[in-house]
């Protein structure tokens, strides 16, 4: 995949899914990688299923033992659907000084749990 292609689906996971600052849009790309990764190549595939699921699993524990929990809102400290929370986003740079330090984390999680893990 492309960075345009890949940059395209990712578009709605900004802002804990399309602002809705459920689970942080770094982390649910990390899952995504990890299905595309290991997921089922056929529906009746609970091998790979099964351990897709454990993969999920062992990156959304690890993202919360360095961050504290998966939750854009929570990680943010602000409400990005209020004026005050797109202000306060855009007064302390949230974007670059936490951000990009969870894109960061899910990728090197990432790197850590999928050599082996790949077909």
Same mark, same amino acid.
Request: aromatic residues 6%.
């Given at each position: 995949?492309?960075?345009? @292609?890949?940059?395209?689906?990712?578009? =709605?996971? =900004?802002?804990?899914?399309?602002?809705?600052? #459920?689970?942080?849009?770094?982390?649910? =790309?990390?899952?995504?990688?990890?299905?595309?990764?290991?997921?089922?190549?056929?529906?009746?595939?609970?091998?790979? *299923?099964?351990?897709?699921?454990?993969?999920?699993? #062992?990156?959304?524990? !690890?993202?919360?033992?360095?961050?504290?929990?998966?939750?854009?809102?929570?990680?943010?400290?602000?409400?990005?659907?209020? #004026?005050? =929370?797109?202000?306060?986003?855009?007064?302390? *740079?949230?974007?670059?000084?936490?951000?990009?330090?969870?894109?960061?984390?899910?990728? !090197?999680?990432?790197? @850590?749990?999928?050599? #082996?893990?790949?077909?």
């Amino acid at each position: 995949m492309g960075q345009a @292609e890949a940059l395209r689906l990712a578009t =709605g996971f =900004g802002g804990g899914m399309g602002l809705l600052q #459920e689970v942080c849009g770094a982390v649910t =790309g990390a899952f995504m990688v990890i299905g595309a990764c290991c997921g089922m190549r056929e529906p009746a595939d609970k091998t790979a *299923k099964d351990r897709t699921y454990s993969l999920v699993h #062992e990156l959304g524990r !690890r993202f919360d033992a360095l961050h504290g929990c998966l939750q854009c809102r929570s990680l943010l400290g602000c409400d990005l659907n209020t #004026e005050e =929370g797109k202000a306060q986003f855009k007064e302390q *740079k949230l974007r670059d000084t936490k951000c990009s330090v969870y894109v960061r984390d899910a990728c !090197r999680l990432l790197e @850590e749990m999928l050599p #082996e893990q790949a077909e």
